[in-house]
């Protein structure tokens, strides 16, 4: 297998050579499979012309269509475990994104994939998690029943799929794939293709995250905690211990522990308004934090009236805390 990749591969750059005129004899780049002319973009020709632009990405173009059929022939050859479909659940969270096409694209987990290959001088060496051949996506690691991240993942290489369809084939695709990397520098991040395939990647990511969190939960961010509802489509910044605490009697969410905001939707700044009542040396107590501290009561009659109209928790025997704020005195 290891000689028939040297000849496929050779044959590969030769094709690049023939189209662009790539001096390979000293080149020394790195880059995945489907960014080919990154590896030598030090030593492309390409001359800086005005009206050569688009004479050179045709070139490149046309030199994709080759290149794109060849790898995804041999990571057929490459790679004989058999395919899986999608699982129901992938389905289920990829389904608004991508219709119908989660029922055909076919995948191979555990991928070998063409992370690095070349001939002489000129090698090409670049980590790659997926790698799609229109409705065939090769995933490096294996399948993992339920993990968010390889649905991501698999978001991203589904609109190469996307893609291919759209533009009519594995020829096509290769050909827009690489004019679009020329048109854009020689550069991966800005090839549009894959600013398109990023942009459903977050979408993708926001809508998994959310559906597979709970509809309540606490995270750590910045060094603070912050009290997300799905409901309301955000979170919402916790104050103080104390304000945590509140909010765990009402709400015993789970904590997440450290999450990016991205993933929980909208932030609504500071969460709501909050009181509760409590005990300290013999009597109880009424804090609000619109009040920014607590007052007491002179009388059991007093605290009843005054529960009828403000109702909340209580947490029992306290001492006083900071963030307890200011005696303000009698309560109204």
Not at 128 to 143: E, L
Not at 196 to 207: C, D, G, H, M, T
Not at 235 to 248: A, D, E, F, M, R
């Amino acid at each position: 297998m290891k000689l028939f990749k040297k000849l496929v591969l050779t044959a590969i750059l030769a094709s690049v050579q023939l189209f662009i005129g790539q001096n390979t004899d000293t080149a020394d780049a790195h880059c995945p499979w489907n960014d080919l002319p990154h590896c030598a973009s030090h030593a492309d020709p390409s001359p800086i012309i005005p009206g050569t632009a688009k004479v050179a990405e045709e070139a490149w173009g046309e030199a994709g269509r080759g290149l794109y059929i060849s790898a995804a022939k041999f990571m057929e050859r490459d790679n004989t475990l058999p395919f899986s479909l999608l699982d129901n659940r992938q389905k289920t969270l990829l389904r608004p994104e991508f219709g119908s096409l989660v029922d055909r694209v076919r995948i191979k987990y555990g991928a070998d994939m063409l992370d690095r290959w070349g001939s002489g001088n000129f090698q090409i060496s670049q980590g790659s998690d997926g790698q799609t051949f229109c409705n065939v996506i090769y995933i490096k690691n294996a399948y993992r029943k339920g993990d968010d991240y390889q649905v991501i993942l698999l978001g991203h290489e589904l609109q190469h799929s996307r893609q291919c369809e759209e533009l009519g084939g594995m020829s096509n695709f290769g050909y827009h794939y690489f004019k679009q990397f020329k048109k854009a520098g020689q550069s991966y991040e800005n090839n549009l293709l894959e600013r398109q395939a990023n942009e459903v990647e977050s979408r993708v990511k926001n809508f998994v995250l959310a559906a597979s969190s709970p509809s309540t939960a606490y995270f750590n961010y910045g060094g603070a905690v912050r009290w997300y509802r799905r409901s309301a489509g955000g979170y919402c910044g916790i104050t103080s211990p104390t304000h945590l605490k509140v909010l765990q009697t009402t709400d015993p969410a789970p904590s997440l522990g450290d999450r990016s905001p991205s993933e929980f939707g909208r932030d609504f700044g500071v969460c709501p308004p909050y009181a509760f009542y409590f005990n300290y040396a013999g009597a109880v107590r009424h804090f609000s934090s619109n009040r920014r501290g607590y007052c007491a009561f002179t009388s059991p009659d007093h605290l009843r009236r005054f529960q009828q109209s403000n109702p909340a928790i209580s947490l029992g025997n306290q001492t006083l805390r900071t963030d307890f704020g200011r005696d303000t005195g009698v309560c109204p």
